[in-house]
Every structure is written in C-alpha cells, then in structure tokens.
C-alpha cells in the first residue's frame, strides 16, 4: 500500500515513516500541506495520514483537495492531531475523514486501526 | 339634519369605539397587542390635535394669519429634534413606574408631595378651560349641523346628552386597570382611531373645498383676494417665535400628551420612527388650513357664523350632507379624544397627590382600608372624572361666548409650561433641587396667571408688556424668565437633601444606571411580610401579589418565608404601588407599613456605583476567564507535540528490537531533543505567568547591550551553524558610549528569543539574520532582521500575544508562541519598546529601544 504522511513535527514525521515502512507500506512524506498536495497528485497514494496544524495548507484543505482531485480516485484520510475536543473530532469528520486518531497515539493502537482501514478498503 | 338623528349617530360612533376598545382588550390579553407599534403611538400622540387644531386654525387664518403654524411647528420639532429627550423621559418613568407628569416632577424632586400637589392643581386649573373648550366645539358643531339653537337649560340642551355619553364612556373603559405596567390597550387603540378619524375628515373637506369646488389650492386662493395678516403684520416674528417655543415646550406636559407618549408607549423603539410619522400626521392635518380659511372667510363670513366654525359651515353651504357628517364627526373624535385622555390623567393626579395622600394621612385610615385601597382609588378616580367632566361643562355654559378657541388653548399651554423649566433641568442638571423646582412652578404659574387673567378682571397689567408682543408671548416670556431664574437661584443656593439628591442621580443618569435602579434596591429599613402581601393584595388581588412577589423573590434569589422581607421586595412593592396610586402615596403606604433608616445620598451612590462596577468587573472576569481558556488549551495542545513523538519512539525501541544502531540514535537525540522542547515549553509559560504577576525580580544594573549581544550570540552560533544560517553582527561602536539601566540576563534572553525566531523563519542555506546596534539622543536599539518570509502587517498587532503564532500563512514564527510575549514584558519593565517592521515575502525586523541611563 502506498502511504502519504504529512505533519510539521519531524520527530512524529519519524516515528510514522518508520511504523509505517515497518508495515511494508510504501511512504511518501511531507512537512507542509503544500508538499502534500505535490506529492499526491504525482503518487495518489491509497491513504493519506494529515495532521490538522501545519504550515501553507491545513489538514483540512489538503484533505478536500484529495478527495476533489479526480472522480477516480478515493484516497482514505486520517487525520493524527493534537486537538482532541469532541467538536474537532467532530469536524474532522465533517471534512471527509475516514478515521481520526487524538495525538498522542499508541503504536500498536495506530498501526491496528490503519490496517483495518486498509483491508476495508481492498474489499 | 336632524337634532336626534344627529345625537343617536354621535352616540353610535362612541359605541362603535367602545367594541374596537373591547376588541383591542381582547387581542391584548391574547398578546396581540395592536397599540405596540410606532404607527400607532405616532397616531395616538396626535391627540394633541384637539377641537383647537381642528376648527380652530382655520378660525385663526382670517384675524391671526400664519401664527397658527407655531403651534404645528412647536411639537413636530420636538419629535423629530428632541426625540432623545422624550426617550429619557419614557425609560425613567418606566423604571420609576410613573403614570402621570405630576408623578414625574415629584418623583424627581424627592417625591415631595407639595409638589406633585402643586403640579396637579396647575394641571387641573389649566384643563377645566381646555376641557371646557372641547365640550363647547362639540355642542356648536352639534348646534350647526342641526341648525338648532342651544337650549337656555341645559338639561333640554340636546347636546347634553353627548355630554352624558361620553363621560360614560369615559367611566367604562377609563379607571379599570391604571399600573403603568398594564397598559390602557383599548384606550389607545380608539384613541388612535379617531386620529385616523379626524385626519381623514379634515383631508375629506380640504380636497373638496380645493379641488371640488375651486381649480386647486391656488385657485381657492386667487379666487379671493384677502390679503392674509403676514407675520409683520401680526405681532412680528418676535411674537410668532415665542408662540412656537411656546407650543414645542407646552407639548410633552400636557397631561393628555404626557401620558401617551411617555406613560402608554409600549417599546422605546417606538419612538425612532414616531419621530417622523407624527410630523408627516402634523403636515397632512395642516396641509388645507389656508384655502379652507380663505374660503371660509368668502362664502362664510357675511352670514355672520363664528370662524371658529368655517370647517363645517363650509360643507353645510355646498349642501352637502354626508360631507357635513364627516365633518362634524372628524371634530367630534378630535374633541371628544382631547377630553377622554384630559380628564383620564388630570383624575389620575388628583387621586395621586391630593385625595390619597389625604385620606393615607388620616389615622386609621389605612389599618382600616388596607383590603380595599385598590377599589377606593378606582372609585375616587371615578368620582374624580365626573367632577372635572362637570366643571368643564359649566365653565363652558359659563363663559360660552367669552373666548374663542385658540385664546382658551393657548393660555392653557402658557401654563402647564410652567412645568417645563423642572422638567428638562431635573432630568439633565443634578443640582437642581426641590425647593427650587417648587419656587420656579409656582413663580411662573403666578406671574402667567396674573399676566393672562388680571386683565379680564379689568386690571391692566400694562406695566409689565412688552413693546410688540401679544398677552399670550408677553406672559409666555415673563413668566418662563422668572421660572427658571427662581429655579436656578433657589438650586443654588438651597442644599439638597438626601432623597432629593438620590432622586437626582437616578434621574440625570437613567440610561448609565437604569438596569442597577432596577435590580438595587435603595431603601434600609424593616417591613413585615405579611403587611407587604396586605398592602398589595388590595390593589392586585390575592393570586396577582403571591405572583408578583414570588418573580421577584425568584429573580434575586429571595426568602419568602421569613417574617421581615428583604429590602428589595419593599422597593418593589412600592413600585408596583406608585403605578396604582402615585409615588407619594405609594411612600405614604410603604411607610405606614415600615420602618424606615434614611440613607444618605453618598451611600445610594456607592450603591449604585458598586453594583455597576461589579457588573463591570464581572465582564472583566469573564473575559479574563475565555483568555485563560483559550491560553490552556494552546499550552496543552503546545505540550501534546512532543509528548506525542517522545512516546511514539520510545515504544518503537521497546517493539522493535531489530531496529539498527543508528536509528536507534537518531531516536534517542531526538527524544532528548523533544523533552528539551518539553522542559522549556514548561519554563517559559511559568516565566510568563511570573511576569505576568508581576513576581520576577529583575537584577538592575549598568548594562553595555554590546556585551549582551555578544553573549547570545555565544549561545546561538552553534544552532545557525547547524540551520546553515549566516549571522551577520553590525555593531558599529561595539561598545556603546552610553548604558542602559537594566537586567543582562533577562536582555540576553531577549536577544535569544528574537534569534531563534528570526531562524525559523529564514529558508536553510539562503537564511541570513543582520543583528544592528546603534544610539540616538535618548535610546540605545537593537535591531533583528531576517530575509525570511515575513510576516504579514495584519498580524503585527498580536504577535506579541500568548500564542499568537500567525496561524496564515500556517507558518510557526514563535516556536512555543510564546517567546514574544516574554520578551516584550521584560523590555516593558525596562521602560522600553519593542516593535516589528515586516511584510509577507521581504524579512522581518524587530526594534528594540531600550532608554539610556541618565548619567548623575
């Protein structure tokens, strides 16, 4: 699978390239939202892992941006952010998440919940 | 037409408004109400227009020329100029729950019954003849349409049975329900009705005289050619510019125009667009005066009918019959409104301030009535409204052909603008007192009276007159100049005392402290419960005061079960009292009740002031409380960043044995990298809570900011080595001549917050940051300037704030958010500046001026 991870955090971006390589997933990263959005239009990864706060674009515009790219393509998104309140959980998925994951995360936790994604996917 | 068809339509048009009154009841008790609304309240104020408008400005044209147009201008300049004054007016007497002008003056004046007493017999003195007046337009249009002539005894006087009829009318729907807070729906509603009424007549005969019969408004006048007194001719604009001060003044205390406009107006909104709908009513009713009195004065004037009648001698002339009705009817509701709402309010004001307080200072009289005060009020108000009914009527039988319409009405408006001086200086001037509020009323009342009537009684007051004015201006202006002469002198002079001066205050500033009058309450002393529920249950019933006090004890979280009631529930009983039957007795029933502590006026002022500041500092708080809300969540939201990757690296360690030695490194550098982060975070928000608190002592000394520069940039070189960042240090006298006063540590850490800043803006590689250091005569600044993407002008503002990182573009200018706020708080206590100069895309470059230290 082909993955996009985007945060402004590099120790996350770090920890998440490596689960995520370590998932024999194939990773793309980005440090910005505009960076994102290059590297998804030229990969179209399968899932998209956006943090919310980041520099140029916010996770949500990149995730609209995704999902309105192209009729055939429907990337899933996570959202990982450190805005936990109920009502931002809420507008993450107003916007189009397919799953949010509150900073901080449990590896094993994450890892899980995205290869379920993953497989429900597939089918 | 016919004496008893004439009568029994007169009488029918009075029962037709009665179930339009009835109906408004209705649609009341409904919530509907029909009367709360402006246009309805603008045509309601138009009961200023009485029989005197009506027939009496035409009557004028002929002998008196244009004056009639002061007495339109007065009061339509006072709507559409003096609105504010008016919105005073209403809001005091809605907090004060005042129904009557007499009410307001005294309630101002510390509640001083001897004045409210004066009020209300001036008012009352004024009114007969003005009621008397109306009660006479109506028996000689009567007479004129059904070309009889008036009866010798009044009681074979046809005409007398109008008069039966509508002081009936009066009784039915006058005294039933007179608190303020209830307002008098069906009342107003006819009221509005026959202005609607009297409009359309007056309109009716004015385009049929104009355009009917003559070729335009023009042709009526070129048909005849009578050359109208001007202005010159009559008096001179002297005279006609009293009369209109005259008129704008005397609107608002006419007792009938009073209570419409300050007592019945449903919301204060009202008023905004009242301000033009009653100008353009004034406009309209006025619009044919001209053509109907030249007119008049053509076809009517050798026949030898009284001028006063032109507006329905006119039609009866032209034979025509309907138009004649409409006529008379149009002044029927013109007079028979002015009389209605005249003897409704001059009632409610001698039951107010002279038979209540009486019968309340009688002893026993209370402890005997208490149950039935509500019904002895309405039945002395009844009483009230029969008496002056009947005083109007003989005064008209009396003086029939004495006077003719608008010398009655304008002497009446020479006096209750005796009221105006108390009036206007007691809502907008602290110091004006009781004693001189009474000195200036009955000053002015004497002199007018004495200008106005000596001369009937064959006295020549000539001494006194004015070389070009008329009685009416002459008294207007002697009597006006003494009045508020007296009234200021006596203010002056006299002191105040303490409810006086409280009354004052609440009056003069009503808007700053109205919602506190509400809720405070201003009164010490102790009363009974029980007596309380007495005293109110005989006016509102058993259910309505258990009601009543019970919204009150619920809004200020009061005991109803205790003996003695809290200090609130007595100010609001007396409230709720003053509506019924005035203040004075309200403070005649409330005392028979209690027992009282006088409080000065400084302690109702501290009270006053108290509440509103903790209103004030109850805003603050709440502000305070969302800055410190919204601080927690960045802080914490600040902290979940390396929480999140420390946690995330370490279990990686813990899972994965297999990972290689050198990831294995980079992890923990950066874990140790993310608790650093962690551990400063955590410091600089304790500093800036520190600083905030004022709790950071600062270590003064002489300081060379050339040394301070030199010892961040020990600190710093390293990380721009590693960010590939260039610094470039201009320092071009590397040692200033002159030193601050000042903390090195805390200006080191200044300069380091600013780098660190300028570094994260800056692109890696291309980044260079220019640190300057120079003097002018009185400050010694640093600047920092980066050419990274700068920030935008917008956001220079609150850059400084906690947390502030300018979220658009989402770039992160402050690495916590906070390091900006410190800095400033630490050049702020050394008396300095620090300011930002910056656009998107051309660098940053932050100013420091710090203050050189003044050699001894």
Same mark, same amino acid.
């Given at each position: 699978m082909r993955i996009l991870i985007a945060d402004d955090e590099p120790a996350i971006l770090m920890s998440l390239d490596f689960l995520m390589r370590k998932e024999g997933h194939q990773v793309f990263v980005a440090r910005d939202g505009e960076e994102a959005i290059q590297l998804i239009e030229k990969e179209l990864p399968e899932v998209i892992i956006l943090d919310i $706060? $980041?520099?140029?674009?916010?996770g949500y515009g990149v995730c609209q941006q995704a999902k309105a790219l192209k009729t055939t393509y429907q990337p899933a998104v996570v959202f990982i952010s450190a805005k936990i309140a109920e009502s931002d959980i809420e507008k993450g998925y107003e916007m189009g998440a397919d799953l949010y994951i509150p900073k901080p995360f449990s590896n094993r936790d994450l890892v899980k919940k995205i290869n379920e994604l993953y497989e429900k996917l597939k089918n | 037409m016919g004496v008893w068809e004439i009568a029994f339509l007169s009488i029918a048009y009075l029962g037709i408004l009665f179930l339009l009154a009835f109906w408004a009841e209705k649609k009341k008790a409904q919530n509907?109400?029909?009367?709360?609304?402006p246009l309805i309240y603008a045509l309601s104020l138009a009961?200023?227009?009485s029989a005197w408008t009506y027939y009496g400005s035409v009557g004028q044209i002929?002998?008196?020329? =244009?004056?009639?147009l002061s007495v339109y201008l007065g009061p339509t300049l006072v709507m559409i100029l003096a609105w504010g004054f008016v919105r005073k007016m209403v809001r005091i007497a809605k907090i004060h729950n005042i129904t009557n002008i007499a009410d307001f003056i005294s309630t101002r004046y510390g509640k001083d019954s001897r004045i409210g007493l004066g009020v209300t017999l001036i008012s009352l003195f004024a009114g007969i003849p003005y009621i008397g007046l109306q009660l006479k337009a109506i028996a000689q249009s009567f007479d004129l349409i059904t070309q009889s002539t008036p009866s010798a005894t009044f009681y074979q006087d046809p005409s007398f049975l109008l008069f039966i009829s509508l002081t009936l009318f009066i009784l039915v729907l006058g005294p @039933?329900?007179? *608190?303020?807070? !209830?307002?008098h729906e069906g009342m107003i509603f006819t009221i509005a009705m026959e202005s609607i009424i009297k409009l359309v007549a007056f309109l009716a005969i004015g385009i049929y005289i104009s355009? +009917?019969?003559?070729?335009g408004w023009e042709g009526t006048l070129q048909l005849h050619t009578i050359s109208l007194p001007s202005i010159e001719t009559n008096g001179g604009y002297g005279n006609w510019f009293i009369q209109f001060i005259l008129c704008g003044i005397a609107f608002l205390f006419l007792p009938r125009v009073f209570h419409v406009a300050v007592? !019945?107006?449903?919301?204060?909104?009202? =008023?905004k667009q009242a301000s033009w709908i009653f100008p353009l009513y004034m406009l309209l009713i006025n619009i044919f005066v001209i053509p109907l009195g030249i007119a008049g004065y053509a076809l009517l004037n050798s026949s030898g009918l009284?001028? *006063?009648l032109y507006v329905l001698g006119l039609p009866i002339h032209f034979h025509s019959k309907l138009l004649a009705f409409i006529v008379y009817l149009g002044g029927f509701s013109a007079a028979s409104g002015m009389v209605i709402m005249e003897t409704m309010a001059i009632s409610s004001m001698i039951s107010n301030n002279l038979i209540m307080p009486l019968l309340l200072r009688q002893k026993g009289f209370f402890s005997d009535n208490q149950n039935q005060l509500g019904s002895i009020n309405q039945n002395i108000r009844r009483i009230m409204i029969v008496v002056i009914m009947i005083l109007g009527y003989v005064h008209y039988r009396e003086t !029939?052909?004495?006077?003719?319409?608008v010398s009655v009405g304008m002497t009446s408006f020479v006096i209750v603008a005796q009221f105006a001086p108390a009036t206007i200086l007691g809502i907008y001037w602290k110091k004006a007192s009781r004693q001189g509020a009474l000195t200036g009323i009955l000053t002015g009342f004497i002199i007018s009276a004495a200008l106005l009537f000596l001369p009937n009684l064959g006295i020549s007051t000539d001494v006194f007159r004015i070389e070009g004015l008329n009685p009416v201006s002459n008294a207007t202006y002697w009597s006006i100049t003494f009045n508020v002469l007296a009234l200021y002198a006596v203010s002056i002079t006299s002191k105040q005392n303490g409810k006086d001066a409280n009354q004052s205050y609440l009056f003069v500033d009503v808007f700053e402290y109205s919602k506190n009058i509400e809720n405070s309450t201003i009164w010490r002393g102790k009363a009974r419960l029980r007596d309380l529920r007495q005293a109110l249950s005989g006016f509102i019933g058993k259910i309505n005061t258990e009601q009543r006090l019970k919204q009150i004890a619920k809004a200020n979280n009061?005991?109803?079960?205790?003996?003695y009631a809290d200090p609130i529930l007595v100010t609001q009983t007396e409230k709720i009292l003053a509506g019924f039957v005035g203040s004075t007795s309200a403070r005649l029933i409330i005392s028979a009740i209690s027992k009282e502590e006088q409080i000065g006026m400084s302690e109702v002022i501290l009270l006053l002031q108290k509440s509103r500041d903790l209103q004030a500092s109850n805003a603050e708080l709440v502000k305070i409380d969302a800055q410190k809300n919204e601080f927690l969540t960045t802080v914490t939201h600040e902290i979940r960043s390396p929480i999140t990757s420390i946690r995330s690296l370490s279990e990686i360690m813990v899972e994965h044995e297999d990972i290689s030695q050198e990831e294995r490194k980079t992890f923990l550098e950066t874990i140790i990298q993310e608790s650093d982060r962690l551990s400063r975070l955590v410091n600089q928000v304790l500093d800036l809570e520190k600083l905030a608190a004022g709790k950071v002592n600062f270590d003064m000394h002489s300081v060379d900011l050339g040394a301070v520069i030199e010892k961040a940039m020990m600190n710093f070189t390293a990380i721009a080595q590693q960010n590939q960042v260039g610094i470039q240090v #201009?320092?071009?006298?590397? @040692?200033? +001549?002159r030193q601050i006063h000042g903390d090195f540590e805390k200006l080191v850490q200044v300069i380091i917050n600013l780098l660190s800043n300028a570094i994260k803006n800056v692109e890696p590689s291309k980044g260079i940051i220019q640190v300057r250091l120079y003097e002018n005569a009185t400050h010694i600044c640093i600047d920092v300037e980066d050419n990274g993407i700068g920030i935008d002008p917008k956001y220079h503002d609150q850059i400084? !704030?906690?947390?502030?990182?300018? #979220?658009?573009?989402? @770039?992160?200018? *402050?690495s916590s958010g906070l390091g900006l706020s410190i800095s400033k708080k630490i050049i702020e206590m050394h008396q300095g500046t620090i300011h930002l100069e910056s656009s998107l895309g051309h660098g940053a470059k932050f100013i420091l001026k710090l203050p050189i230290q003044k050699t001894a």
């Open positions: $706060m $980041m520099p140029k674009i916010d | 509907k109400s029909l009367i709360n609304n009961i200023y227009c002929t002998s008196n020329g =244009l004056s009639f @039933r329900r007179f *608190d303020s807070s !209830e307002k355009y +009917q019969i003559y070729q007592v !019945e107006i449903g919301e204060e909104e009202n =008023l009284n001028s *006063d !029939e052909s004495l006077v003719n319409l009061l005991s109803l079960s205790e003996t #201009d320092v071009s006298q590397k @040692r200033t +001549q400084f !704030e906690k947390f502030k990182q300018v #979220d658009n573009p989402n @770039r992160k200018i *402050d």
